[in-house]
C-alpha cells in the first residue's frame, strides 16, 4: 500500500496512508497526533475528566516487543508493582530513593513511558528503585498524594515526596529530572 499525504490534515505529519486517517475517529486522531509530539519532545498529561481510550494506532499493528500483551506497559522484574496494601512498606520505608509512576492500563502517554521507565530501572539498578501505581486498582494512594493527572511521576526520599512531574517525557528527561532530585 503506498502512503499518499492528505492535504490539509494531520494525516501527512504523522505518516499515514490517507485511508487509515480518514477512518480513524477524532479521538484516535488526537493520539496519533499527541504520540508525535511525544516523540519529538513534548510533555504529554490527560487532564480530568480523562477519556477512556485504550489504544494508540491502528487497531491491527501488533503489539511491539516491549509492549506488555497483559497491560501493564512494561512491567517486569526490574519495576516493582506497587498498591494499596504495600506502598508504606515499598516506597515510604525505601532506604533507597524511589520514582514511583501512577498511571493507568487506559492511558496512551502512560504506555508510551513504560518502556523507558523499565529500561531506567535496569540503568539505576541499585541506586534507584522504579515503582508503579495503577490508579484504578490503588486509588486510595493517588488520592492520598492528589493525583489528578497522569502520568504522575514522583520521586520519594526518606518517606517523603522529593519532586514530582505530571506528563509523558522523552527517557533521557526523566533520567536528567531523576538524577537533579537525587
Known amino acids: 500500500m503506498q502512503r499518499q499525504p492528505i492535504s490539509g490534515d494531520a494525516g501527512d505529519r504523522i505518516g499515514l496512508p490517507a485511508s487509515a486517517w480518514a477512518e480513524m475517529s477524532p479521538q484516535s486522531k488526537g493520539l496519533r497526533q499527541m504520540e508525535k509530539s511525544w516523540r519529538e519532545g513534548a510533555a504529554l498529561t490527560l487532564r480530568d475528566p480523562v477519556p477512556r481510550l485504550i489504544a494508540i494506532g491502528r487497531p491491527s499493528r501488533a503489539p511491539v516487543a516491549s509492549q506488555s500483551v497483559s497491560g501493564d506497559p512494561a512491567m517486569s522484574e526490574a519495576t516493582t508493582k506497587v498498591s494499596d496494601a504495600n506502598f508504606e512498606a515499598d516506597v515510604l520505608r525505601s532506604a533507597r530513593p524511589v520514582l514511583v509512576d501512577f498511571w493507568a492500563e487506559w492511558c496512551g502517554p502512560c504506555k508510551m513511558i513504560g518502556p523507558s ?5 535496569k540503568e539505576y539498578g541499585e541506586k534507584v528503585t522504579i515503582a508503579k501505581v495503577n490508579i484504578d486498582e490503588s486509588p486510595s494512594v493517588a488520592s492520598r498524594y492528589n493525583v489528578r493527572s497522569i502520568p504522575a511521576l ?11 512531574r505530571i506528563g509523558a517525557m522523552p527517557k533521557n528527561k526523566i533520567k536528567e529530572w531523576v538524577d537533579s532530585v537525587i
Open 117 to 121: 521507565l523499565e529500561e531506567l530501572a
Open 154 to 164: 514522583m520521586v520519594f526520599k526518606g518517606g517523603q515526596v522529593a519532586a514530582s
